[in-house]
């Protein structure tokens, strides 16, 4: 009697455990992803990042926040300081958005008589070749004043301090100025040389295989381009250099190629060649004058140039010095008297009424990160990204920053086929590599991370390799 009924509980004991078995075996759920929490240990990225054999021997920085906390949640060495390079941009941007209103400030002006006296303020987009306005242009050439006199006003050093003095000739680095004209650089397009045809002259032999045709933009310049001389080819110039300039004047030599190009190299500023760019691009006659409004007499305005996010798009997602440099300058046309474009001032304005309440001190010297005076630390960096993140709205936001396989200097990495899951800020000098923004992990929450890398030895693309695994894995286990 006891038999059967023994048996039965085992039939039934064995079917209550049989799915429990296939459960945790071939149909096994993934792990939840881990929520983080400010104070509570990431024991699995900090083995990550210590046993990286690229990380190894140089200074490594992280900090991790969810975009909409109030702190940082994860940090490794965030409290020490790193040269942010262009991360640096991301505070100039902040205080263009809380200074600069919606336009940029293209001039000031005001009229007497029969002359329009005129004042820069740092707008770097007249005629400019990537983020071209014509309304300065519009403006100067309408007036129905029979004069215009530029006026000058005192403004920084065209180089900032300890900026690399050897890249004078990178486009990368074009000169500071008041009233920039054409991005203050000479523009050059190559195109491969024409085919040689069968018969007729054009068929002799030159002693010198046939050179690439180059087009100069502005034509201003373009009596003052010729080829280098031997003498200039040195054996250690870089190899992707097309057009050499001397140091400290107007002179341009192309270098021999058949292939086509175009580089950007930039001009060295005065006041008189402005005012001969100014006039030839305009065909009227501008003068220089001084600048003496008449205090209740003469009326001092304004002329608002374009939508400030068409200039912060191109700053933020290709990493533009020049425009970054610029954009302090048109802020320091806000505070303070008018007298002169000052970076420092800007600085010093940001670091007391806007930057209150950051981890750490920020050592700010210009608007692109390019001096290694720049100095900050990756929490203070997330902890501007959470300010942004709660000031901006977030579609806004990222559309201004360069996307993972999408646009600017991430295009070509954090590929994804579901569309873009990080958008950030690069900042890259000689063996520093840094990388700041907002990625969106597999469980849908928005990060904002700054990942920090100093006096690194190896190889630039090994260590973007290693930059986007690290991130990779935040995204995949957060």
């Known amino acids: 009697?006891?038999?059967?009924?023994?048996?039965?509980?085992?039939?039934?004991?064995?079917?209550?455990?049989?799915?429990?078995?296939?459960?945790?075996?071939?149909?096994?759920?993934?792990?939840?992803?881990?929520?983080?929490?400010p104070g509570h240990p990431l024991p699995w990225l900090d083995s990550l990042l210590a046993a990286s054999p690229v990380l190894r021997q140089h200074q490594v920085g992280l900090s991790l926040a969810y975009a909409d906390s109030a702190r940082?949640?994860?940090?490794?060495?965030?409290?020490?300081?790193?040269?942010?390079?262009?991360?640096?941009?991301?505070?100039?941007?902040?205080?263009?958005?809380?200074?600069?209103?919606?336009?940029?400030?293209?001039?000031?002006?005001f009229s007497r008589n029969d002359t329009l006296f005129f004042q820069g303020t740092g707008d770097p987009t007249l005629l400019h070749g990537d983020v071209p306005s014509r309304r300065a242009y519009s403006f100067l050439l309408h007036r129905p004043e029979h004069n215009l006199a530029y006026c000058a006003i005192a403004c920084v050093a065209p180089f900032g301090p300890s900026w690399t003095w050897d890249d004078y000739g990178y486009y990368f680095q074009p000169e500071r100025t008041a009233f920039p004209?054409?991005?203050?650089?000479?523009?050059?397009?190559?195109?491969?040389?024409?085919?040689?045809?069968?018969?007729?002259?054009?068929?002799?032999?030159?002693?010198?295989?046939?050179?690439?045709?180059?087009?100069?933009?502005?034509?201003f310049f373009a009596p003052l381009v010729g080829p280098a001389s031997p003498d200039l080819l040195t054996p250690d110039f870089d190899k992707d250099t097309h057009v050499l300039r001397t140091p400290k004047e107007n002179r341009f030599y192309v270098l021999p190629t058949n292939k086509k190009w175009v580089d950007e190299t930039p001009f060295v500023t005065s006041s008189g060649l402005m005012l001969r760019l100014l006039g030839d691009t305009l065909r009227r006659a501008t003068t220089g004058a001084v600048w003496r409004p008449r205090p209740g007499l003469d009326s001092i305005r304004t002329l608002n140039g374009l939508r400030v996010d068409s200039l912060y798009r191109r700053m933020l997602r290709v990493s533009d010095n020049f425009l970054a440099e610029q954009l302090l300058l048109m802020c320091s046309t806000k505070i303070g008297k008018h007298d002169s474009l000052s970076t420092a001032r800007v600085i010093r304005y940001a670091r007391k009424n806007l930057l209150t309440g950051l981890p750490d001190p920020i050592f700010w010297v210009d608007g692109s990160g390019l001096s290694r005076l720049n100095l900050i630390t990756p929490r203070t960096l997330t902890a501007l990204l959470l300010k942004l993140h709660q000031e901006v709205p977030e579609r806004r936001l990222l559309s201004l920053l360069a996307a993972g396989g999408g646009q600017g200097t991430l295009r070509k990495r954090y590929h994804d086929a579901a569309g873009p899951w990080v958008w950030g800020k690069t900042g890259t000098l000689s063996n520093n590599l840094n990388v700041c923004g907002y990625l969106r992990t597999k469980s849908g929450r928005l990060v904002a991370f700054s990942f920090m890398n100093n006096n690194h030895v190896v190889d630039s693309g090994d260590m973007r390799n290693e930059v986007e695994r690290v991130l990779r894995q935040v995204r995949e286990r957060l």
């Open 1 to 37: 009697m006891l038999r059967p009924l023994y048996f039965l509980l085992l039939l039934i004991v064995g079917a209550t455990q049989l799915p429990a078995c296939a459960q945790s075996g071939t149909d096994k759920r993934p792990a939840a992803p881990e929520v983080a929490t």
């Open 72 to 109: 940082p949640f994860y940090g490794y060495q965030d409290a020490k300081y790193f040269t942010p390079a262009s991360n640096m941009k991301m505070f100039s941007f902040y205080a263009g958005l809380h200074i600069l209103g919606d336009s940029l400030p293209s001039l000031r002006y």
């Open 181 to 219: 004209i054409y991005g203050n650089t000479v523009r050059f397009y190559a195109t491969p040389p024409l085919p040689v045809r069968a018969g007729g002259v054009a068929a002799v032999r030159s002693p010198l295989p046939p050179q690439s045709r180059v087009r100069v933009l502005p034509r």
